[in-house]
């Protein structure tokens, strides 16, 4: 059975950072794109960031990019999402997935093992 552990959320204020964790259990880990969705209050979830098996490709939202950046860890089956100059439209419940297959997606489609996620709230 696969098992993804968010960690690392909290109260951060504006231009802060954070780094998300999220271990994973169940399958070869390494063997598995991994991403990054959030769901803020009010909203659909949307897409963050995803890297490849390999961490070789990574993609990500407009909104982050250039501020964010995930990288996997396959010794460990964790994969990370460091957070920096965070805004309070960053604000939301972040989930981690396990991908379907070895390259990365923006699609949620693409994605069936889902963390429980962790709240990320960032203070003006």
């Known amino acids: 059975q696969v098992q993804l552990v968010e960690s690392g959320g909290g109260l951060v204020q504006a231009g802060g950072s954070l780094r998300l964790s999220c271990a994973a259990t169940?399958?070869?880990?390494?063997?598995?794109?991994m991403g990054w969705f959030r769901q803020g209050p009010g909203k659909e979830r949307e897409f963050v960031a995803a890297?490849?098996?390999?961490?070789?490709?990574?993609y990500y939202a407009d909104s982050v990019k250039g501020r964010f950046t995930i990288s996997r860890d396959n010794a460990k089956n964790t994969v990370y999402l460091q957070m920096n100059s965070l805004k309070p439209a960053d604000t939301a419940v972040y989930y981690c997935?396990?991908?379907?297959?070895?390259?990365?997606?923006?699609?949620?489609?693409?994605?069936?093992?889902w963390g429980q996620g962790t709240q990320v709230t960032v203070s003006s």
């Open positions: 169940g399958r070869p880990f390494s063997q598995y794109s």
């Open positions: 997935a396990q991908g379907n297959y070895a390259l990365a997606s923006m699609s949620e489609l693409e994605y069936t093992y």
């Open positions: 890297i490849s098996w390999s961490g070789s490709t990574t």
